[in-house]
């Protein structure tokens, strides 16, 4: 008897140091809450009526889509240097890029707290991890041939040379020119409330 009030003494302390760090974590989550709550008075994010950001990559997305002349160099991962290069259409293409969404919730159903991607508005679920690459190469023929590999793909919206000590230089006009406009700062909706 005496060997499990010993037991229980002991499993009662962990409970009670348990509760102690429990509650010395709250006091902390509790401590930078308020302090962000603090921040979100005097440092509010800002609300902007136009982003720059965005802009830029919605005329990138529409010249992708446009198949536009580009000039795609391959290097080497280990050293940097330029292994080969081609004239090429639109951007490198990751090869792990899918047609179908990847993701879905396990068994099929879409309840519980369950993520699945979306599709970028070019239709294609996009690579996050790989470099693997498919390029669009033009040959001598004017033809466009898939080409694959593993390596490190730069691709110009313009012509390249490359020098004999493998440094790249501009050689054209680019085929692609953003219009950059600036965001300005505008003040933010007020929240709706609630009925």
């Known amino acids: 008897m005496k060997k499990f009030l010993g037991i229980l003494a002991v499993a009662v302390l962990v409970v ?21 709550a603090h921040y ?3 440092q509010p994010i800002p609300y902007f009526d136009f982003s720059m950001d965005r802009d830029t990559l919605v005329q990138i997305y529409k010249a992708k889509n446009e198949a536009r002349t580009t000039h ?3 290097t080497s991962q280990g050293t940097g240097a ?16 899918q047609l179908t969404n990847g993701l879905q919730p396990f068994g099929g159903n879409a309840t ?9 508005p070019n239709g294609l679920y996009s690579s996050k991890n790989t470099d693997a ?17 593993e390596q490190k793909v730069n691709a110009f919206p313009f012509p390249v040379t490359i020098s004999a000590d493998g440094t790249i230089k501009r ?12 965001g300005v700062e505008g003040t933010a909706p007020e929240p709706t409330k609630a009925p």
């Open 16 to 36: 009670a140091a348990c509760d102690v760090k429990s509650n010395s974590e709250i006091a902390d989550q509790n401590r930078v809450q308020d302090q962000q």
């Open 40 to 42: 979100a008075t005097v």
């Open 72 to 74: 795609s160099v391959v």
């Open 82 to 97: 330029v292994l080969w290069d081609c004239p090429s259409i639109g951007f490198p293409l990751p090869a792990d890029t």
């Open 112 to 120: 519980g707290l369950t993520s699945i991607e979306q599709a970028e």
């Open 133 to 149: 690459t498919y390029v669009l190469c033009i040959g001598d023929d004017g033809k466009v041939s898939p080409v694959y590999t």
């Open 171 to 182: 050689a054209g006009s680019s085929s692609i020119a953003i219009d950059v406009k600036s």
